[in-house]
């Protein structure tokens, strides 16, 4: 069975920083390109960040770019986002998801996300 | 970056009707176009990738169109367990973008 478990949500002060962390199972973790989506409350979704299967291509949002760092530990099986300087805008429920294929760029498991709460 | 325009903001209808979700993009993301349904306090699941590939085990009720900048989703036959938000997202450029959802609702 495929499970993504987040961990590392808390609450944290503006200008913080935070590591979040995403446990798999049940796949060959190193065969899948993996991502960040979060979720504001009340809001719809955001993509955040983007790393392939070596880690060696990444993308991130213009809202992320600069303060967050996505990684994988593909012997550990996984994933990482290390987020710094943050403000109240990344609220937000922070979901690590798996690309359905190599070249597919379409979410086909998640995790039950984690909640990051920026607030003084 | 590519703006996704989900229409309408709501939908109330009924079980049994049939249900048209709309998602335009600001420019043409070819067919890579994904749709998911979230419902409350749970994550998003995955309906529809490239604009019409149900994904295995998705109900058949379930259907997908479009190309360029328009896309539908389809309902054929709502059942209690598809009223939810639904949310389309585009993967033909970086940054990778979500619509703002369409929630559909039991009128």
Same mark, same amino acid.
Request: with cysteine; net charge negative; proline share 4%.
């Given at each position: 069975? !495929?499970?993504?478990?987040?961990? &590392? =949500? @808390?609450?944290?002060?503006?200008?913080? %920083?935070?590591?979040?962390?995403?446990?798999? $199972?049940?796949?060959?973790?190193?065969?899948?390109?993996?991502?960040?989506?979060?979720?504001?409350?009340?809001?719809?979704?955001?993509? !955040?960040?983007?790393?392939?299967? &070596? =880690? @060696?291509?990444?993308?991130?949002?213009? %809202?992320?770019?600069?303060?967050?760092?996505? $990684?994988?530990?593909?012997?550990?099986?996984?994933?990482?986002?290390?987020?710094?300087?943050?403000?109240?805008?990344?609220?937000?429920?922070?979901?690590?998801?798996?690309?359905?294929?190599?070249?597919?760029?379409?979410?086909?498991?998640?995790?039950?996300?984690?909640?990051?709460?920026?607030?003084? | 970056?590519?703006?996704?325009?989900?229409?309408?903001?709501?939908?109330?209808?009924?079980?049994?009707?049939?249900?048209?979700?709309?998602?335009?993009?600001?420019?043409?993301?070819?067919?890579?176009?994904?749709?998911?349904?979230?419902?409350?306090?749970?994550?998003?699941?995955?309906?529809?990738?490239?604009?019409?590939?149900?994904?295995?085990?998705?109900?058949?009720?379930?259907?997908?169109?479009?190309?360029?900048?328009?896309?539908?989703?389809?309902?054929?036959?709502?059942?209690?367990?598809?009223?939810?938000?639904?949310?389309?997202?585009?993967?033909?450029?970086?940054?990778?973008?979500?619509?703002?959802?369409?929630?559909?609702?039991?009128?």
């Amino acid at each position: 069975e !495929v499970q993504l478990v987040e961990s &590392g =949500g @808390d609450l944290v002060q503006p200008g913080g %920083s935070l590591r979040l962390s995403c446990a798999v $199972s049940g796949f060959t973790f190193s065969s899948y390109n993996m991502n960040w989506v979060r979720q504001a409350p009340g809001k719809g979704l955001e993509w !955040v960040s983007f790393i392939n299967t &070596g =880690g @060696d291509f990444i993308r991130y949002a213009d %809202s992320v770019k600069g303060r967050f760092t996505i $990684s994988r530990d593909n012997a550990k099986d996984s994933l990482y986002l290390q987020m710094n300087s943050l403000s109240d805008e990344d609220t937000a429920v922070y979901y690590c998801a798996r690309d359905l294929t190599t070249v597919t760029r379409a979410y086909d498991y998640w995790g039950q996300g984690t909640l990051v709460t920026v607030s003084s | 970056e590519i703006v996704l325009t989900q229409s309408p903001g709501t939908l109330s209808l009924s079980p049994g009707e049939r249900a048209t979700l709309s998602c335009r993009a600001s420019q043409s993301v070819s067919s890579y176009l994904t749709w998911y349904q979230q419902k409350p306090g749970q994550a998003p699941r995955l309906l529809i990738y490239d604009a019409s590939n149900r994904v295995t085990g998705i109900p058949a009720r379930f259907g997908g169109s479009g190309s360029g900048t328009d896309f539908t989703l389809t309902i054929s036959s709502l059942e209690p367990e598809d009223f939810a938000v639904y949310y389309c997202q585009q993967r033909s450029d970086w940054p990778l973008t979500f619509g703002g959802g369409t929630k559909v609702e039991i009128k």
